[in-house]
């Protein structure tokens, strides 16, 4: 209630300007992290403040990244009131409707396209050289989470010296497929969940303040493949080779052959599976937040079918195979 109080009090130094009616605050939602967001009504519109405490988080890099999309032209809030000791921020309002809340059969090849206009449009003309690099330190530590926090954490799988020398030597893999691509822009969580939908400059894009200097390939493997909302393999395909088609009309780096290219979205959405694995179930033990928990078989699904695909692979597959003995046998419900 202490922050909630503070937060009324930052508001009211400058709710005269705004217009801001405080008794309209109300809470919007909250993400993975530290952050939280709340909607309030002003005298023409309606805004929304997150709450970013500095000992958590910074809003420093939310900032650096909007503004480097904003020069692109894509659809990003606007920026109105920052305080970074307090830890607030005052943003235009892009709607309560997400991709996730709308998108089915019928609308999603429309959606689908203006998503990856959009991207198309961020990877050419957003300069992301001074974004912090998608390195293998950074592809390793993320793939780690998968054994800490996933099988040997949730699922109590603790694997045997020499399965652990299999693992390492199928990440050593997927690093050096993932860091053979061409770099570029990304956002990390380009997914439905954080698009938008908006009547102009569809679509309205959020959580990017994590962006980074990395492969090409994966954000529109966050796209297609997404954590909360499942598709058939033609559609993800479909849906690929239209954004592969641009990329090259835009003189992105994406590969010339398409057969290659699927290969680098395959393999880079296999490095995310597996971090998003492994955050789903830290995000359950060390935070409390239960709720992602329930997606996680539809990663597992993600993951064997790429490991099946390719022999390099295998050590994996049968890791996988492993787990859904595990779930069948402990009654894992998610």
Same mark, same amino acid.
Request: glycine share 4%; aromatic share 12%; with cysteine.
């Given at each position: 209630?202490?922050?909630?109080?503070?937060?009324k009090?930052?508001?009211?130094?400058?709710?005269?300007?705004?217009?801001?009616?405080?008794?309209?605050?109300?809470?919007?939602?909250?993400?993975?992290?530290?952050?939280?967001?709340f909607?309030?009504? *002003?005298?023409?519109?309606s805004?929304?403040?997150?709450?970013?405490?500095?000992?958590?988080? =910074?809003?420093?890099?939310?900032?650096?990244?909007?503004?480097?999309?904003?020069? +692109?032209?894509?659809?990003?809030?606007?920026?109105?009131?920052?305080?970074y000791?307090?830890?607030?921020?005052?943003?235009?309002?892009l709607?309560?409707?997400?991709?996730?809340?709308?998108?089915?059969?019928?609308?999603?090849? #429309?959606?689908?396209?203006?998503?990856?206009?959009?991207?198309?449009?961020?990877?050419? $003309?957003?300069?992301?050289?001074?974004?912090?690099?998608?390195?293998?330190?950074?592809?390793?530590? /993320?793939?780690?989470?998968?054994?800490?926090?996933?099988?040997?954490?949730?699922?109590?799988?603790? @694997? =045997?010296? +020499?399965?652990?020398?299999?693992?390492?030597?199928?990440?050593?893999?997927? #690093?050096?497929?993932?860091?053979?691509?061409?770099?570029?822009?990304?956002?990390r969580?380009?997914?439905?969940?954080?698009?938008?939908v908006?009547?102009e400059?569809?679509? *309205? #894009? @959020?959580?990017?303040?994590?962006?980074?200097?990395?492969?090409?390939? %994966?954000?529109?493997?966050?796209?297609?493949?997404?954590?909360?909302?499942?598709?058939?393999?033609?559609?993800?395909?479909?849906?690929?080779?239209?954004?592969?088609?641009?990329?090259?009309?835009?003189?992105?780096?994406?590969?010339?052959?398409?057969?290659?290219?699927?290969?680098?979205?395959?393999?880079?959405?296999l490095?995310?599976?597996?971090?998003?694995?492994?955050?789903?179930?830290?995000?359950?033990?060390?935070?409390?937040?239960e709720? %992602?928990l329930?997606? +996680?078989?539809?990663?597992? /699904?993600?993951?064997?079918?790429?490991?099946?695909?390719?022999?390099?692979? $295998?050590?994996?597959? $049968?890791?996988?195979?492993?787990?859904?003995?595990?779930? /069948?046998?402990?009654?894992?419900?998610?």
């Amino acid at each position: 209630m202490e922050r909630q109080t503070q937060l009324k009090i930052w508001l009211s130094e400058f709710s005269s300007l705004y217009g801001l009616k405080s008794d309209t605050l109300e809470h919007a939602s909250a993400d993975a992290g530290f952050r939280q967001y709340f909607r309030i009504e *002003g005298a023409s519109q309606s805004f929304i403040v997150m709450d970013c405490p500095k000992e958590k988080d =910074s809003m420093k890099s939310f900032v650096k990244i909007r503004n480097l999309l904003a020069s +692109t032209g894509v659809n990003v809030p606007e920026i109105f009131k920052v305080d970074y000791e307090r830890g607030f921020m005052l943003l235009s309002d892009l709607g309560t409707t997400t991709y996730l809340d709308v998108i089915d059969e019928s609308n999603a090849d #429309i959606l689908m396209n203006d998503a990856t206009n959009a991207l198309v449009t961020i990877q050419s $003309k957003a300069d992301a050289s001074g974004l912090p690099k998608y390195d293998a330190a950074l592809l390793r530590k /993320e793939l780690e989470l998968f054994p800490e926090w996933f099988l040997e954490k949730h699922l109590k799988i603790q @694997l =045997s010296e +020499t399965e652990r020398k299999l693992i390492d030597g199928v990440f050593d893999l997927i #690093i050096a497929k993932n860091m053979d691509q061409p770099y570029v822009f990304v956002h990390r969580d380009y997914m439905p969940r954080n698009l938008m939908v908006e009547k102009e400059n569809n679509p *309205g #894009i @959020l959580d990017f303040q994590d962006a980074v200097y990395g492969p090409i390939s %994966y954000d529109i493997a966050s796209l297609c493949r997404d954590a909360f909302i499942s598709w058939e393999e033609h559609r993800i395909l479909d849906w690929t080779i239209r954004y592969w088609d641009k990329a090259r009309k835009a003189n992105l780096p994406v590969r010339s052959d398409f057969g290659q290219f699927w290969e680098d979205v395959e393999w880079m959405g296999l490095q995310r599976h597996l971090k998003v694995l492994g955050i789903f179930a830290r995000l359950n033990y060390r935070d409390g937040k239960e709720k %992602y928990l329930a997606d +996680t078989p539809r990663f597992i /699904e993600y993951v064997s079918k790429t490991a099946k695909r390719y022999d390099a692979l $295998k050590p994996l597959s $049968k890791i996988i195979d492993r787990i859904q003995n595990t779930e /069948e046998q402990v009654g894992y419900t998610f």
